[in-house]
């Protein structure tokens, strides 16, 4: 019996009204991920990243694929193959994988128009205890989504921040859940890439990465230093110059990203957790950047001085 043919045994999964499809569908609400810790990964370049995540960790429960979208993706078909069976974090179960129809597929997604693939995971989020210490991430970068509310922006900020080489994600208490089905979309399959810790206080937190000698930054459009002068500072350091203006902070030192809530920005009481209060420079006759944007050139900003270090 081939791969095919064990994903359509003992049946092809046909009715979109059965109680595993409604029990799938309902993670699309944050009460059911927070019962369960299970999450929605849809889509194949989603399915795909947790595919290769889950060979170096273990953390799908299931994965269901349509007869089309199986011979479309013979990538996916493959790594299937290679995942099935495996353990999943819950001791004694192993992944489960079924050949469903499209209207099995569409009755368990929350997009619109799902793309024949759709994954369930084991939530990814780490213990604080294990960011700081021997043995722990010790992050030389994070980004922080304080109150960020908007599930597509924070996909955005957490994918810009795996591109730009960050160790952490974390969310503020009132931000959206990462593990919302739009959020997990946005990231495009950074969300496999990066450990994340959700529903923080900051005050607390940023005294604590302080004291493992982090600098802490806000993204303030109203910030008295900007972006540009702590590059060409960072880079005259690098040459071991004079720097054009004299800044107080050095961006190849490890940092901590603090970008806030879409409307407001970031509030009083956010700003002053920071060390810092940096503006991105607008040159052109916009009235400001979108917060994924912002995120992506402060994130890069840091990535660049700490590896020209």
């Not at 290679?82 to 353990?87: A, D, I, L, R, S």
């Not at 819950?90 to 759709?118: I, W, Y």
Request: glycine share 8%.
């Amino acid at each position: 019996m081939d791969f095919r043919e064990r994903l359509a045994t003992p049946v092809v999964m046909e009715n979109p009204h059965a109680d595993r499809v409604k029990d799938i569908a309902k993670l699309a609400t944050r009460a059911a991920r927070t019962k369960t810790g299970l999450f929605l990964v849809e889509g194949p370049q989603a399915v795909r990243e947790a595919l290769l995540a889950h060979q170096a960790k273990p953390l799908l429960d299931a994965v269901y694929i349509t007869e089309r979208a199986f011979d479309r993706h013979q990538d996916i078909a493959q790594l299937m193959e290679e995942v099935h069976g495996t353990p999943t974090p819950q001791p004694g179960r192993k992944v489960f994988m079924r050949m469903v129809t499209d209207p099995v597929l569409a009755a368990m997604a929350e997009a619109v128009s799902p793309q024949g693939v759709l994954a369930v995971a084991h939530q990814l989020d780490i213990a604080p205890g294990d960011i700081w210490g021997e043995g722990a991430i010790n992050p030389t970068l994070i980004a922080v989504l304080a109150q960020i509310q908007d599930p597509g922006n924070a996909g955005t900020v957490l994918r810009a921040a795996d591109a730009a080489g960050a160790d952490l994600i974390v969310t503020t208490k009132g931000s959206v859940d990462l593990y919302n089905p739009k959020a997990v979309r946005s990231t495009a399959g950074s969300l496999f890439h990066l450990p994340v810790i959700q529903g923080i206080d900051l005050e607390d937190f940023a005294k604590d990465a302080k004291a493992q000698g982090l600098g802490v930054l806000a993204a303030d459009g109203y910030g008295r230093v900007s972006l540009d002068d702590l590059q060409d500072a960072a880079f005259a350091l690098r040459k071991g110059v004079e720097p054009r203006k004299k800044v107080k902070y050095d961006l190849a030192h490890p940092t901590m990203w603090l970008f806030g809530n879409e409307a407001a920005g970031l509030s009083a009481q956010e700003k002053a957790a920071a060390s810092l209060r940096v503006a991105v420079p607008l040159r052109g006759a916009a009235e400001s950047l979108n917060v994924g944007m912002a995120a992506a050139v402060c994130l890069f900003a840091s990535s660049l001085a700490q590896n020209r270090k």
